[in-house]
């Protein structure tokens, strides 16, 4: 054949783990975000991401009762990366995609991580599930030149 060969995008990258329903599970959630992130040329800011999957993992541990297993799906785009952690009640996140009627107190140890996740990341959302819900969040991909030396 001759002329150009057409390049066929390859499909994302993605990771999909069972975190125990405890506190564990946010370490082990940074951990493999922290991984994902650095097997690509133009990953997306992995301490934000780090940080929002954390909040994310917390809060389906704290809000969701039982112990079954939580889920991290780590999906990497061309165009960065998508976190989405999954549980098993059908209840939507509180202020997720829209602020709340009232601000978090600053003095509080808890309350801003839904805030965060709006504030951080380039857009947040859930869906139902078979088996729940999932809460997800994007952070877009950040230039080489413009990422911290290690």
Same mark, same amino acid.
């Given at each position: ?76 785009? *061309? #165009?960065?990366?998508?976190?989405? %952690?999954?549980? @098993?009640? =059908? &209840?939507? $996140? ?33 869906? *139902? #599930?078979?088996?729940?819900?999932? %809460?997800?969040? @994007?952070? =877009? &991909?950040? $230039? ?7």
């Amino acid at each position: 054949m001759n002329g150009p060969a057409l390049h066929e995008p390859s499909a994302p990258a993605s990771w999909r783990v069972a975190l125990p329903h405890s506190a564990a599970a946010v370490p082990v959630a940074r951990a493999l975000v922290r991984t994902a992130l650095a097997e690509i040329e133009h990953a997306a800011d992995c301490d934000t991401a780090e940080l929002l999957t954390a909040e994310l993992v917390a809060n389906a541990v704290e809000h969701t009762k039982g112990d079954a297993p939580i889920e991290l799906v780590v999906q990497l785009l *061309p #165009t960065g990366c998508q976190v989405e %952690v999954h549980d @098993r009640d =059908p &209840a939507p $996140p509180g202020s997720l995609t829209r602020p709340g009627p009232d601000h978090p107190d600053p003095w509080q140890e808890h309350g801003r991580g839904l805030l965060l996740i709006r504030a951080l990341s380039s857009s947040c959302g859930h869906r *139902p #599930t078979e088996s729940g819900k999932a %809460v997800w969040f @994007r952070l =877009p &991909a950040v $230039p080489q030149q413009r990422r911290p030396a290690e």
